[in-house]
C-alpha cells in the first residue's frame, strides 16, 4: 500500500489526469444538460493535454522556446508532447464551437437544452 | 450444340418472365399465346436435353476459386426433368381455365413462367452450389404464387413458407461451404460422392452431422416432419399453384435435393450404418405416418391434401435414406407415380373449389351427380394413392418396401410397417372423401341434377388420370429406363 | 380363356347397366341377368381351358381356372340367385334398389375375378376390389350408422389387405409369382412371419377375431341380403385366399408344425369361442347371426389350417354347409324383420303361429348350425374332428373341445329362439291379426336352404369326394 | 494541419535534404488525394449555386477514383509497399503515409462510392437542403472523403485521431444537412456518442505514445515486439488495446453502441445516409485492423483476448440488428438497422482469428460499401416517387412508379439475403470457409450465419414484396425520370454483381494486401 502511495505521488499530474478524465468521461455520457455535456467534453480533453504534457515534461528544463541560440536538446524538455498538446486543443476547440452551434439551434427550436425534454418534444412532434 | 441448349432452356423462362409485364399482353389471348410459346419451348428443350444429352458439366461461371456454376443432365436429372417438363404445360392448360375471372393474371403468369425456369435449373445444376443457387431462386419465385390472393391469409402463408424455405436453404448453405472446403463443389455430381477421401480423412463425425442438418435442411421443401408446418398452410394459395408446386415441382425439389445430397454429394458410403442414416430414416418414418393420419383429422379437403403430400413425400426421403441402389430407384420411380397421381387429385379438388366454392368435407354432400367426370377421376386417382395393384404407386411402394427389407436390419420392418398404416389410413382419408360424393345420406333425389364442370378444366383431369393409368401400365418400361438411367442398367 | 373372361366382365357391366337405368322393371331384369350369370359360370366351370397373363414390368397378373376355385364358382351365382329372389320379394321397391342390384353383379364380377386368379399378386388385387365394390353395399341404407359401419368396413378391409400386401413383401417375387401345388421352396428366412401376416390379412375377411370386428356392425346395419352375402359369399373368399396362400404358396408340409401355424389355429379356436359366447349373449337377432357366422367360419380354418386331408374336407363341408345354413337364417330373419317388424329375439315370442313354414325353416337351419346329425353341419363337425385328432397333440384336442363347446353355445343361441317362437308359454296374449301371408318369394329361399342342408346332410359324399380330390390336386401328394 | 512540427537540431535539417534522389511518380499519389479534397473542399464556399459545389465535389472524387486506380494497378503489379514521408522528415520526428495494394484498393472503392452516392442522391439534396446551404454540404462531404483516405493510408496514430475527429464533425454536419429539428437532435445524440469514442481513442493512443515514446507505427511495432519479447507493460498494452478497440467499436456502431445509428442514418438525405453507411463506419475499422495488425501484430492481438470479444460483439451484433430491422417499419431506419448487422458480419470475421477470416471481413467492408448505398439510394428514389412516404406501410407499389428503383432495391436486398451470383452470397461463403479453420468457433459461426440469413431474408423479401404490390397509395402523377440516380444505381448495381461473380481477383488483391501489413 505504501509504495503505492509512492507511486501516486511520483506520478500525481497523471492520476489527477485520469481521474479528471473519468469525471469528463462520465458527465459527457450521463448529463441531461446539454452545456454540462460540452463542459464535461472540455473536461475530459484537457485531462488528456494535462497527461500528456506531465508526461513531457522533464525536471529543471525550460519550455521547448528556443532562447538565446541555444540548440542543444537537453536544455528543453521533450517537445512532442507539447506538439500534440496544441494540435490536441486545435481539435477540441473546433468541436466544441459545433457543439455549442447545434446547441443554440435546439434552444431556438424547443427553447430547452435538456436532452429528455427536447427528445420526448421531438418525439411528440414525430406522430 | 448440345451443351448451349442447356442454359437455353433453363434461361428462356428467366427472360421471358419480364415480358408479362408489358401492355401488350394485357389480354387473354395474347397472354395465353405467350405463356403456351414459352413453356412449351422449354418442355421441348428439357425432353430434347433428357434424351439426347450426354456430355460433361457445362461451366458457366466461376464464383470464389472453390466454387463454379455449371449445368449438368445426368441420370437422376433425366427423371425429375421429364416429370416437370411433362406436368407443367398441363398445368398451364388447367391454370388458364382456373384464372378465368382473376383480373392479375400477367403477374401471376410471370412468375409461374419464372418457377418453371427454377424447377429446371434445379433439375439440370451440375453441383450443389448450382442446385443451392436455384434452389432459392424457386423459394422466391414460388413465394409471390403463393401470396396471389394477397388477404392476410396468404401473407401470413407466404411469410411462413419463406421462413421455413430460407431457414432450410441456410442449412443447406453449411453443407455447399463444407462440400467446397472437403471436395471439389465445382466437381460435377458423380454416384459415389464428391468428397476426395484424403480432406474427409479424420473429420467424419463432422461430416455426418453436417450431412444431417443439410438432410433436414433441404428437407424442409420436402416437407420433413419437424419442419412440414408450412406445406398445408400454403395450400390456400390458387389450385394450380398448389397442384403443381405443392404436388410436383417445390416439393419434389426438396425430395431431388435431398437425393442429390446424399448419392451424388456425400456419397452413401460415409453415411450408411451411422446416425446419418438413422435420424433422418426416424424422421421420415415419423412424416409418414403422421402426415396420414392428420390428413385423416382435417375437413378442408386441399389440406388434407397437402397433409397426404407431406405423407407420400417421406415415402420418397424414406427411399433416400435407405442409401442403396434400389433405395435410389424405388425413390425415383415414387416420385414420377406421386407427382402424376397427385396433380389429379388436385386438380379434382381445384374443381370443386372453382366451380361450386366448397371447401369442406361436410359440403360436398352428393357432388358426385353434378360433377361425374371429376369425381371419377378422382376415385380412380384416390385408389391409385392406396397403391391398388395395376397403378403406378403400387410399383413404386412396392420398389420402397423391397429396399427396406434388403436393409434387413430392425428398421427395415419398421419402414414397412410403416408403408402399410399409412396406406391403410390413404384409404380411409380418400375413400370418405368418394363415400360422401357418390353415396349422400338419405334416399337420393330421383331427378338428374345440372352438371356443374367445364370441358376444359375436365379435359386436364381426364388427360391427367389416363396418363397415370398409362404410367401404371408401363411401369416395366419406367424401370428398365430408370435402371439404365441412374445405375447404368444394372438392377 | 374366352368364357372366364365373360364369367368376369357379363355381371360388371351388367351391374353397371343396372345402375344406370333409373327405375322400370328392375327386379325382373335383375334376376334375367343372374340367371345367365350362373349359366356362364357353370360352363366356364366345366369348359374353361388355358388361362390370360400380362407382364407389368417384372409383375405377373395371370387368370386361370384350377380346381380349388370351381366348387365355389358354382356355389356362389346360386346363392346370389336365392337373394335376389328374396331380395324381389321382401325388399323395398324403391329407386335405390337399381344400385344395389347393381353393386351385386358387381360384386359378383369381382368375385368370379378372385376365383380366376392364378397367382397371389392377382389375387391380392381382386380382393382389393371385393372390398371396394362390396363397400357401397354396406352403406345401401344411406343411413348416419350404415355409413359409420361401412367406414368401419373398409378401414377393416384395407388393414387386412396391407398385411397381405406386408406379407407379399417379406415372401418376395417369387412367392407372387405363381400359385403351384405344393408351394414354391422359397429362400426368405422369415417364412414364417410372411405366412402369418397374409393369414392374418385374409382372415380379416375369412372372420378371424381381432380384425373381422367389422362383420357385426356391417351385417346388423346392412339390408338382410347384404348380410347374408358378407358371411356367406365374402367371408368364403376370405378363407379361399388362406387355403390358397398355405397349399400353393408356401406348401403344407413346409408350413405344418410351424409356429405360425399353431398361433392361427389358436386364434381360430378363441374365435370360435369368442363368437359363440357372443352370439349367445347378443339381443338382436342380425347381430346373433353375425356372431355365430364368425364362430362357424373359424371352424373352417380350424380345418384347413390343421394340413390334414381330413381336416381339409371336414372345412370344405363346413365351408357349403355354413354359407346354405347362414344364409337361410339371414333370410328367415328378414323375412320376420320385414313383415313384423320385430328386430330383438325377446320380440320374436310365438310368431311361430303366424308364419309357421319360416319359423320351420328357421329352427332346422339352426339344428343344421348346432351339427345335429341329419343334417350338414354334423358331417362337416365329424369331419373336422376327426381331423384335428389327426393333427394331434394337446391343440388338436384342444380344437375339438372348442368346437363341440360353440357348438353346445350356438344350440343356446338359435334353439330358445325357435323353441319360443311356437310354444311361447302361458302368459303368451296371440295377436289378433293372425297368420302372416308371407310372399311366395321370400319363402322359395328359405325353403330350397333347407332343403339343401337336409338333402346333402344325409348324402354328404358328394362333398367329402369333392374335398378330397381338390387336396389330392393341390397339396401336391401330401397324406 | 498536421504538417510536420520540425523541431530539433540543425543537424537535422542537413541529413534531410541528402536524402535526394527523385521518388517515383505514383508515389505521390495518396498524398496527391488527400491534398486535392482537402482543397476541394475548402474553396467550395466561394460558390454560390448548389449546382457548381456538385460538380466540383463529384469531379474532384472521381478524379481521385482514377488516381487511386492507377495507384492500385501500379502496386499489385509489383506488390510492393511504400512509406511516402511528409516533407522530406525522416521517421522519428515527420509524417507518413504508406500505401499498399489494399489501401489503394480501398481507396478506389470508396471514393468510387462517394462518387456514386452523391449523383444518386442529387436530387434529394437539391430538395432537402436549402440553396445556400448545399454548397457547404458538398465541402463536407469532401472533407468526409478526405478523413477516409488518410485513415486509410496514414502511418502516424496522431494524425489518425486528428482525421477521426475530422470525420466526425463532417459526419455530423451531413448528418444535420436536412436541417429539421428531428436531424439536429439526431446529430447531437451521434456527436455525444462519437466524441466519447474519439476521447477513448485519444487517451488510448497517448498512453501508446507514452509508453512507446513513438507516434509511427513502423516504429511503434518495433518498439512492442521488443516489449513484449521482455514480457513487461502487458496490463497498460492489453488496457491500451482494449481502449483503442472500445473507441472504435462506438464510432462504427458495433453491438453493444449502434443505438444512435438508426435515427442518425435513417433522418439524413440520401446520399449522406449512404456515404455513412457505406464508408464512415468502414473507416475506422481499417484503421483499428491496421493497428492491430502493424502495431500489436495480430498474434498479440489474439493472445490478448481482443479477437473473442470482438467475436462474441460481432454474433450478437448480427442477430440483434437483423432482429431490430425486422420490427422496424421506416425503410430507411430498417436499412440503418440492417447495417449495424453488417456491421457485426465485419467483426465477427476479424473475431475468428483466422487470416482467412480477417480476408473475408475485408470484402464484406467492399461488398457492403457497394450494396448499403445501391439500397440507400433506390429507397431515397422510391421515398421520392411515393411523395415522401418513408413507412414501408405507405410505399407499397412505389416500384411500379419507377421500375428501375424497384429492381435495384430488390437486387440490393437479395445479395443482402445471400443469393449466389451476387456478392452477399460471396462473403457469407468466405466466413463460413474461414471459420472452417478454426474448430471451437466453427459451430458457433455456422449457426450465427445461418439464423442471420434467415432473419435477414424475414425482413428485406418482405420489403421488396411491400414495395412491389399495387396499392392506394401510388401517385398519380408521373415522377420525371432522374438519370443521375439511373446512372449511379446502374454502375452500383453492376458493382454488386461485379464483386458476386468475378470475386477471385478482388480476394487475391486484399490477401497479399494483408500479406504486406503483416
Known amino acids: 500500500m505504501k509504495e503505492f502511495l509512492q507511486t501516486v505521488i511520483a506520478y500525481r499530474y497523471e492520476t489527477a489526469a485520469m481521474i479528471l478524465f473519468g469525471i469528463g468521461f462520465i458527465n459527457l455520457l450521463l448529463q441531461k444538460n446539454l452545456l454540462r455535456k460540452v463542459m464535461a467534453f472540455n473536461v475530459m480533453d484537457s485531462s488528456v493535454f494535462l497527461f500528456l504534457a506531465a508526461q513531457g515534461y522533464i525536471e529543471g528544463r525550460i519550455a521547448p522556446i528556443i532562447v538565446n541560440n541555444d540548440f542543444s536538446a537537453t536544455t528543453y524538455i521533450n517537445p512532442i508532447p507539447s506538439g500534440l498538446v496544441l494540435t490536441g486543443i486545435v481539435v477540441s476547440v473546433s468541436v466544441s464551437a459545433f457543439f455549442l452551434a447545434l446547441i443554440l439551434r435546439l434552444y431556438k427550436k424547443y427553447h430547452t437544452i435538456e436532452f429528455d425534454e427536447i427528445m420526448t418534444l421531438a418525439k411528440k412532434e414525430a406522430e | 450444340m448440345m451443351k448451349f441448349l442447356m442454359p437455353v432452356a433453363v434461361l428462356l423462362p428467366f427472360f421471358s418472365a419480364p415480358l408479362f409485364a408489358l401492355k401488350r399482353f394485357r389480354s387473354i389471348r395474347a397472354l395465353k399465346a405467350l405463356t403456351y410459346t414459352v413453356v412449351l419451348a422449354t418442355s421441348a428443350m428439357v425432353l430434347i436435353l433428357c434424351a439426347a444429352y450426354d456430355g460433361q458439366m457445362l461451366k458457366l461461371a466461376h464464383i470464389t476459386n472453390l466454387l463454379t456454376i455449371g449445368l449438368n443432365v445426368d441420370g437422376m436429372s433425366r427423371v425429375f426433368g421429364c416429370v416437370v417438363s411433362i406436368l407443367w404445360p398441363i398445368t398451364t392448360l388447367y391454370a388458364f381455365d382456373y384464372m378465368k375471372e382473376d383480373h392479375k393474371k400477367q403477374r401471376f403468369f410471370s412468375f409461374f413462367v419464372l418457377s418453371y425456369g427454377a424447377a429446371v435449373g434445379v433439375a439440370f445444376a451440375g453441383n450443389l452450389i448450382t442446385m443451392y443457387l436455384f434452389y432459392e431462386l424457386l423459394t422466391l419465385a414460388t413465394l409471390p404464387l403463393v401470396m396471389h390472393k394477397m388477404d392476410d391469409m396468404a401473407r401470413y402463408a407466404g411469410k411462413r413458407y419463406l421462413l421455413y424455405s430460407i431457414g432450410g436453404a441456410s442449412f443447406g448453405f453449411i453443407a455447399v461451404v463444407f462440400t467446397a472446403n472437403y471436395g471439389g463443389a465445382n466437381a460435377a455430381f458423380s454416384l459415389e460422392g464428391v468428397l476426395d477421401a484424403s480432406l474427409v480423412a479424420g473429420h467424419e463425425q463432422l461430416l455426418r452431422t453436417v450431412f444431417t442438418l443439410a438432410f433436414f435442411g433441404f428437407g424442409v421443401k420436402a416437407a420433413i416432419m419437424p419442419l412440414s408446418g408450412w406445406l398445408p398452410t400454403a395450400s390456400v394459395a390458387p389450385t394450380p399453384v398448389t397442384a403443381l408446386l405443392h404436388a410436383v415441382a417445390v416439393v419434389k425439389a426438396g425430395a431431388f435435393a435431398c437425393i442429390r445430397l446424399t448419392y451424388y454429394t456425400f456419397g452413401t458410403e460415409l453415411l450408411k450404418g451411422t446416425f446419418a442414416q438413422f435420424i433422418p430414416m426416424a424422421a421420415a418414418l415419423f412424416t409418414i405416418v403422421y402426415g396420414s393420419a392428420r390428413a385423416l383429422r382435417t375437413n378442408h379437403l386441399k389440406r388434407r391434401f397437402a397433409y397426404s403430400t407431406v405423407s407420400n413425400l417421406s415415402y420418397i426421403l424414406l427411399g433416400v435414406t435407405m442409401m442403396s441402389a434400389t433405395g435410389l430407384m424405388a425413390s425415383a420411380q415414387h416420385i414420377i407415380s406421386h407427382a402424376f397421381v397427385k396433380i389429379a387429385l388436385f386438380f379434382c379438388v381445384g374443381a370443386v373449389l372453382e366451380k361450386e366454392h366448397k371447401e369442406y368435407l361436410d359440403e360436398i354432400e352428393g357432388i358426385g351427380r353434378r360433377m361425374p367426370v371429376t369425381f371419377a377421376c378422382f376415385t380412380a386417382a384416390s385408389l391409385a394413392l392406396i397403391g391398388m395393384p395395376p397403378l403406378p404407386i403400387f410399383f413404386s411402394k412396392w420398389a420402397i418396401g423391397e429396399s427396406a427389407i434388403e436393409l434387413a436390419t430392425g428398421w427395415g420392418y419398421v419402414s414397412v410397417a410403416a408403408l402399410l398404416v399409412s396406406t391403410v389410413l390413404t384409404a380411409l382419408y380418400t375413400l370418405s372423401i368418394v363415400t360422401r360424393a357418390f353415396f349422400p345420406l338419405g334416399n337420393p333425389q330421383v331427378a338428374v341434377q345440372k352438371r356443374t364442370e367445364t370441358r376444359s378444366m375436365t379435359a386436364a383431369i381426364l388427360l391427367v388420370t389416363v396418363m397415370m393409368v398409362l404410367l401404371g401400365l408401363f411401369s416395366g418400361t419406367i424401370h428398365t429406363t430408370l435402371a439404365r438411367w441412374l445405375i447404368g442398367g444394372a438392377a | ?479 | 494541419m498536421g504538417a510536420a512540427l520540425s523541431t530539433g537540431s540543425a543537424l537535422l535539417f542537413s541529413e534531410v535534404s541528402s536524402a535526394g534522389g527523385m521518388l517515383p511518380w505514383y508515389q505521390n499519389i495518396p498524398f496527391a488525394s488527400i491534398f486535392l479534397l482537402m482543397i476541394a473542399g475548402i474553396i467550395m464556399p466561394l460558390f454560390r449555386k448548389g449546382k457548381r459545389g456538385f460538380c466540383l465535389a463529384m469531379g474532384v472524387s472521381l478524379l481521385v477514383a482514377a488516381l487511386s486506380a492507377i495507384l492500385l494497378v501500379k502496386l499489385s503489379i509489383n506488390g510492393e509497399r511504400f512509406t511516402y514521408m511528409m516533407g522530406h522528415y525522416p521517421a522519428p520526428w515527420g509524417n507518413e503515409i504508406a500505401a499498399g495494394p489494399l489501401e489503394a484498393l480501398l481507396a478506389l472503392m470508396f471514393s468510387l462510392v462517394e462518387a456514386l452516392s452523391l449523383l444518386g442522391g442529387r436530387k434529394d439534396a437539391a430538395s432537402d437542403i436549402l440553396e445556400p446551404k448545399q454548397s457547404l454540404f458538398y465541402l463536407m462531404m469532401c472533407e468526409l472523403q478526405a478523413a477516409m483516405l488518410a485513415l486509410t493510408y496514414t502511418n502516424d496514430i496522431f494524425t489518425a485521431y486528428v482525421f477521426i475527429e475530422i470525420s466526425t464533425l463532417a459526419a455530423c454536419s451531413i448528418v444535420m444537412a436536412r436541417d429539421t429539428a428531428k436531424t439536429i437532435v439526431a446529430t447531437i445524440r451521434y456527436l455525444v456518442i462519437s466524441l466519447l469514442g474519439s476521447g477513448l481513442f485519444l487517451i488510448g493512443v497517448v498512453m501508446l505514445y507514452c509508453i512507446t515514446g513513438h507516434l509511427l507505427i513502423p516504429q511503434l511495432g518495433e518498439k512492442i515486439a521488443g516489449l513484449v519479447a521482455t514480457g513487461t507493460y502487458t496490463e497498460p498494452l492489453t488496457i491500451v488495446a482494449g481502449l483503442l478497440f472500445i473507441g472504435v467499436a462506438i464510432k462504427c456502431a458495433l453491438f453493444p453502441f449502434y443505438a444512435w445509428l438508426p435515427f442518425a442514418h435513417g433522418g439524413a438525405t440520401t446520399s449522406s445516409s449512404a456515404v455513412l453507411s457505406g464508408l464512415v463506419l468502414k473507416g475506422y475499422i481499417i484503421l483499428l485492423v491496421k493497428l492491430f495488425y502493424e502495431v500489436f501484430t495480430i498474434e498479440l492481438i489474439r493472445s490478448l483476448k481482443v479477437t473473442n470479444i470482438m467475436f462474441v460483439f460481432g454474433i450478437a451484433g448480427m442477430l440483434v440488428g437483423s432482429w431490430r430491422a425486422i420490427g422496424e417499419e421506416h425503410i430507411k431506419r430498417m436499412l440503418a438497422y440492417s447495417s449495424v448487422a453488417q456491421i457485426g458480419y465485419v467483426f465477427m470475421g476479424i473475431g475468428l482469428g483466422t487470416n482467412l477470416g480477417v480476408a473475408a471481413a475485408f470484402y464484406q467492408i467492399l461488398v457492403h460499401a457497394v450494396t448499403k448505398p445501391l439500397l440507400f439510394i433506390s429507397a431515397g428514389r422510391l421515398i421520392r416517387v411515393q411523395g415522401h412516404e418513408k413507412s414501408l406501410y405507405r410505399l407499397r407499389g412505389s416500384a411500379r412508379n419507377d421500375p428501375l428503383a424497384g429492381v435495384l432495391f430488390t437486387l440490393g436486398a437479395l445479395s443482402m439475403v445471400g443469393i449466389p451470383l451476387l456478392a452477399g452470397f460471396v462473403v457469407k461463403f468466405s466466413l463460413a470457409s474461414a471459420s472452417l479453420l478454426n474448430p471451437n468457433r466453427m459451430w458457433i459461426a455456422l449457426i450465427a450465419l445461418a439464423v442471420s440469413t434467415v432473419l435477414n431474408a424475414l425482413y428485406y423479401v418482405p420489403a421488396v414484396i411491400a414495395v412491389w404490390t399495387p396499392s392506394g397509395f401510388m401517385q398519380r402523377k408521373k415522377q420525371p425520370p432522374d438519370w443521375m440516380f439511373g446512372v449511379s444505381g446502374a454502375v452500383l448495381g453492376a458493382l454488386v454483381v461485379f464483386l458476386g461473380l468475378g470475386c477471385i481477383g478482388v480476394i487475391g488483391v486484399i490477401q497479399n494486401g494483408l500479406s504486406l501489413w503483416l
Not at chain 3, 386331408?309 to 320385414?338: D, P, R, T, Y
Open chain 3, 1 to 479: 380363356m374366352v368364357l372366364l373372361l365373360l364369367s368376369i366382365l357379363f355381371p360388371m357391366c351388367f351391374g353397371v347397366f343396372v345402375i344406370g337405368r333409373r327405375g322400370g322393371r328392375v327386379g325382373a331384369l335383375a334376376l334375367g341377368g343372374i340367371v345367365i350369370s350362373l349359366m356362364i359360370n357353370i360352363s366356364a366351370l366345366l369348359f374353361a381351358r388355358g388361362g390370360l397373363s400380362v407382364y407389368v414390368g417384372t409383375f405377373l397378373f395371370a387368370l386361370a381356372l384350377d380346381s380349388l376355385p370351381r366348387m365355389l364358382m358354382a356355389l356362389a351365382p346360386v346363392l346370389f340367385l336365392l337373394t335376389f329372389v328374396f331380395l324381389l320379394g321382401a325388399g323395398k321397391n324403391d329407386a335405390k334398389r337399381a344400385r344395389l342390384f347393381g353393386f351385386f353383379f358387381l360384386t359378383l364380377g369381382a368375385l368370379n375375378a378372385v376365383y380366376a386368379s392364378a397367382n397371389l399378386l392377382t389375387f391380392y388385387m381382386f380382393f382389393e376390389v371385393v372390398s371396394l365394390l362390396s363397400f357401397p353395399l354396406v352403406l345401401h341404407d344411406g343411413t348416419e350408422r350404415a355409413r359409420r359401419a361401412a367406414l368401419i368396413y373398409i378401414g377393416f378391409s384395407f388393414t387386412g389387405t396391407a398385411l397381405v400386401l406386408g406379407g407379399m413383401k417379406l415372401a418376395g417375387m417369387e412367392a407372387i409369382e405363381s400359385f403351384t401345388a405344393g408351394g414354391v421352396a422359397l429362400s426368405e428366412p422369415h417364412n414364417q412371419l410372411a405366412f402369418l401376416l397374409l393369414a392374418l390379412g385374409f382372415g380379416c375377411k375369412a372372420g378371424l377375431y381381432p380384425l373381422s370386428a367389422w362383420m357385426v356392425p356391417a351385417s346388423n346395419e346392412s339390408p338382410v341380403s347384404v348380410g347374408a352375402l358378407l358371411s356367406g359369399v365374402v367371408a368364403v373368399m376370405g378363407v379361399l385366399g388362406i387355403v390358397r396362400v398355405s397349399y400353393q404358396v408356401f406348401g403344407a408340409e413346409r408350413l405344418s408344425g410351424g409356429w405360425a401355424q399353431t398361433v392361427l389355429i389358436s386364434l381360430a379356436c378363441l374365435t370360435a369361442l369368442m363368437g359363440a359366447m357372443l352370439a349367445y349373449r347378443e339381443p338382436i337377432l342380425k347381430k346373433r347371426l353375425a356372431y355365430s357366422s364368425i364362430s362357424q367360419l373359424s371352424y373352417a380354418l380350424i380345418g384347413f389350417l390343421t394340413f390334414t386331408k381330413l381336416g381339409f374336407i371336414g372345412g370344405v363341408l363346413q365351408v357349403f354347409f355354413h354359407a346354405c345354413a347362414k344364409s337361410g337364417l339371414f333370410f328367415s330373419a328378414g323375412a320376420v324383420q320385414e313383415q313384423t317388424g320385430f328386430l330383438r329375439v325377446s320380440e320374436m315370442k310365438g310368431i311361430g303361429r303366424d308364419m309357421p313354414l319360416t319359423m320351420g325353416c328357421f329352427a332346422l337351419l339352426s339344428l343344421s348350425i348346432v351339427g345335429l346329425p341329419p343334417l350338414g353341419g354334423f358331417a362337416a363337425l365329424w369331419e373336422l374332428s376327426r381331423g384335428a385328432f389327426v393333427y394331434g397333440g394337446a391343440l388338436g384336442s384342444l380344437c375339438v373341445a372348442v368346437m363341440l363347446l360353440s357348438a353346445l353355445l350356438s344350440a343356446g343361441a338359435f334353439l330358445p329362439v325357435a323353441a319360443s317362437a311356437f310354444f311361447p308359454g302361458k302368459d303368451f296374449f296371440a295377436c289378433v291379426n293372425g297368420p302372416r301371408l308371407v310372399g311366395w318369394r321370400v319363402l322359395i329361399p328359405i325353403l330350397v336352404l333347407s332343403a339343401a342342408v337336409l338333402v346333402f346332410g344325409i348324402f354328404p359324399g358328394v362333398f367329402s369326394g369333392v374335398g378330397e380330390r381338390l387336396f389330392a390336386t393341390i397339396s401336391g401328394g401330401m397324406s
